[in-house]
């Protein structure tokens, strides 16, 4: 019993038992919605728990590595994934008319994925390295490390992930103190490119904003998510239709119901008392990180923790609303309820930074 102790004191020293608490319940609640969105397929169910075992243990392995290690890993990490996106778009494999995708050989990868950590690693290391001397041209150098993955991604093309990276950076930017005026002259200057932005934006693309305003313009194609993911929310009511008795996603109305769309099953089978539940239980992890956040040491610790909490924050409110009918069709997946295993990985790798950040709050600069 005494060893048994040692050993489990040993395996959870570095791990922050209010986030893990909430990431398993998400976990569990999205397990449960996976088998009604799969129509009871245990073998789908069985491949995300598997995955859930191997972000777990990529969040233990990074909660236990002292922060200056880290460190180190921010430009290894960013120039990695620069050549690994420079690598797609030479030799790339094409899908359904994009570019996401490389064979490395024992498998294919999506190195966009990587970057949503690598950017604000290599932005917080940046500004944590010119903390002493920082002026508006380090904010510049700081936004030209942002602007080359996003750049290189929208060519794929892939504007969902581009704009949740470009989000996580500018989060970056903002934690690091730069000013308001700066920011709203941004907003200024970006509402009034929107014209030319419109120019250089896939045909789909267009189609998705138009489709926003009006869903029923094409009801049959890119409406159609958009359509059935409000009847499938608006069925659910106050208490839901109970679990596995959803029409929408029963009779398969519902499109992409165990990746993109899973909000719409939860919300059809739960309803309003269950999507409430379910914010709050989002609300608390968002908490948590907040309080981890607050409490970072260092500059760098600090930004890197802020962009990953705002981050995580930013899926949540694009994917709800864009099941909800009041955003555009992105494809960004519900974190830790979606079906996929890069995503899990990705932001579970976040929080074991996150934890890293709590349990080693002395970071000795190198």
């Not at 791990?15 to 789908?44: E, H, K, Q, W």
């Amino acid at each position: 019993m005494i060893k048994f102790s040692k050993l489990w004191h040993y395996l959870t020293r570095y791990i922050d038992g209010f986030l893990l608490g909430g990431v398993l319940l998400l976990m569990l609640v999205g397990l449960t919605v996976l088998y009604s969105a799969t129509g009871a397929n245990i073998n789908r169910v069985s491949n995300q728990a598997v995955n859930m075992l191997v972000a777990f243990a990529i969040m233990w392995l990074v909660a236990n590595i002292p922060l200056q290690h880290i460190r180190r890993l921010a430009l290894p990490m960013y120039l990695l994934g620069i050549v690994l996106l420079v690598g797609v778009a030479l030799f790339g494999e094409i899908h359904n008319g994009a570019r996401r995708w490389l064979n490395i050989g024992i498998t294919s990868i999506q190195p966009s994925e990587l970057m949503k950590l690598a950017v604000p690693l290599i932005m917080a290391w940046y500004f944590d390295k010119y903390e002493i001397t920082l002026r508006l041209r380090d904010y510049v150098g700081a936004t030209l490390l942002l602007l080359l993955p996003v750049i290189l991604i929208l060519r794929q093309p892939d504007l969902g992930t581009a704009l949740l990276i470009a989000s996580s950076g500018f989060y970056v930017l903002y934690l690091a103190g730069l000013s308001w005026r700066i920011i709203a002259g941004l907003c200024v200057a970006g509402l009034g490119s929107i014209p030319l932005l419109w120019t250089f934006m896939h045909d789909y693309q267009r189609q998705r904003v138009m489709t926003l305003f009006d869903p029923t313009q094409d009801a049959l194609g890119t409406g159609y998510h958009t359509i059935q993911s409000t009847i499938a929310i608006g069925s659910g009511g106050i208490v839901g239709k109970g679990w596995q008795k959803g029409t929408q996603t029963q009779l398969d109305f519902l499109p992409e119901q165990s990746t993109d769309f899973i909000f719409a099953v939860f919300s059809e089978e739960f309803g309003l008392i269950g999507n409430m539940l379910l914010l709050m239980l989002y609300l608390v992890i968002i908490a948590r990180c907040i309080v981890i956040t607050a409490n970072a040491s260092t500059q760098f610790t600090r930004l890197i923790a802020g962009s990953i909490t705002l981050t995580f924050f930013t899926y949540i409110f694009v994917n709800m609303g864009m099941v909800s009918g009041i955003l555009p069709v992105v494809g960004v997946p519900l974190p830790l309820i979606s079906y996929g295993g890069t995503s899990i990985v990705t932001m579970l790798l976040g929080f074991g930074i996150l934890m890293s950040i709590h349990k080693h709050p002395k970071l000795v600069k190198t």
